[in-house]
């Protein structure tokens, strides 16, 4: 297998493309009164696309993204781009750190250094890790499928690939969120002697199909969650049945690929409100303007629909390795405990006192500490 070193550099041309696109935005109308009810506010997305206009700089941004180190790797023909930084402890231990959407390998920026140099933050060297972050198919600079069937599936066999055979790794634990977190139970059972632990945040889907002897808790939980389908569920809709008629927009216009993005960050996350509690203007473009100049929106958004039409879900099975969940209060839902272990074996449960869905980013401290404790018995 075939790894290289990568180094991140936008053409010059693809950005000037960018900046006159931004001029030319052209608005839509918004009715009086409407803030955030009908989707991305007016006066916040102008604010926010002229500071992309005029303020944003990503030359500034990707400098500091290449202070990470990069590598492409070809497996089986396909290109997958990831960050591995070593441990400063004797003895890391291998963690893969899985996105999902509308994330990238961004979100991990904030937890990479605690993880691999824990006493520079107040830690133990002994609990130090050897990062491997691996950008999704499709997604930032791993290559765009071309075929149909580019599931969590697929992903998983190629990222099992690349840690065994491309980085002779063959103990390591996982940490993942999201799509990320279908991957990580598939690689889990794919080889279980060599995943020692999974990490994870949020609730599990019903992948299984309803269970019958619910506990009031789940109940309640389910109830909860279909009312947040009907309020926030049309993306994943779309995404899963007609991607390629949202690509359109999304990859002609930054403007709309920006509210379709923003207001997620915003709905999601922890910020009560005001997207910029969590995350600034910089953070929210470097994201982006990563999906604008790799053109990967559409590529992203159609595993929604390789997962839900090419996906045999006889492959998913309970995970018997140990589990952490970490449990954000605000995000896609917040699952009982009872309900998690119907898909795996937990065996430590953290309810958050803040976080939402993006927790890597929006709480990297809270998180780091738990991955550390969790994983400090297998090592």
């Not at 991990?108 to 999704?136: C, W, Y």
């Not at 969590?152 to 969120?177: W, Y």
């Not at 958050?352 to 993006?358: D, N, V």
């Amino acid at each position: 297998m075939r790894i290289t070193p990568y180094s991140i550099a936008i053409g010059e041309e693809i950005l000037d493309d960018l900046h006159g696109r931004l001029v030319r935005t052209r608005w839509p109308d918004e009715v009086s009164g409407a803030g955030w009810d009908y989707g991305s506010n007016l006066a916040y997305m102008k604010d926010l696309i002229d500071y992309w206009r005029d303020t944003f700089n990503w030359r500034t941004q990707e400098k500091a993204i290449n202070g990470f180190s990069h590598f492409r790797a070809d497996v089986d023909g396909f290109g997958i781009h990831f960050i591995r930084e070593q441990g400063k402890g004797k003895n890391p231990l291998p963690l893969v750190l899985l996105h999902g959407w509308p994330g990238s390998f961004l979100l991990m920026l904030r937890i990479i250094p605690m993880l691999t140099d824990p006493e520079r933050f107040g830690g133990d060297a002994e609990d130090s890790f050897e990062v491997i972050v691996p950008s999704l198919p499709g997604y930032g600079f791993s290559d765009r499928p071309t075929e149909r069937g580019m599931h969590v599936a697929k992903t998983a066999d190629l990222f099992v690939r690349l840690i065994h055979e491309g980085l002779g790794i063959h103990r390591f634990g996982i940490r993942a969120t999201d799509l990320g977190s279908g991957v990580a139970m598939i690689m889990a059972n794919r080889v279980p002697p060599a995943v020692v632990g999974l990490h994870t945040s949020g609730a599990m889907p019903p992948i299984f199909g309803m269970p019958g002897d619910l506990t009031e808790a789940e109940k309640s939980y389910l109830k909860s969650a279909m009312e947040f389908q009907q309020q926030e569920g049309a993306y994943s809709m779309i995404q899963a049945t007609k991607p390629q008629t949202l690509a359109y927009g999304l990859n002609d216009s930054p403007a709309g690929l920006a509210a379709w993005l923003v207001e997620k960050f915003r709905s999601w996350s922890d910020c009560r409100g005001d997207v910029e509690t969590r995350f600034s203007k910089d953070e929210l473009l470097t994201m982006v303007t990563l999906y604008w100049a790799t053109e990967t929106i559409n590529s992203s958004i159609r595993m929604y629909y390789e997962s839900t039409h090419n996906l045999d879900l006889s492959l998913f099975r309970r995970v018997e390795i140990p589990t952490a969940q970490a449990m954000p209060p605000r995000g896609l839902g917040v699952s009982p405990r009872e309900w998690e272990e119907r898909y795996a074996n937990i065996r430590r449960w953290t309810m958050l006192p803040r976080g939402g869905h993006f927790t890597d980013w929006e709480e990297p401290a809270l998180i780091t500490e738990d991955m550390r404790e969790f994983f400090r018995p297998f090592r």
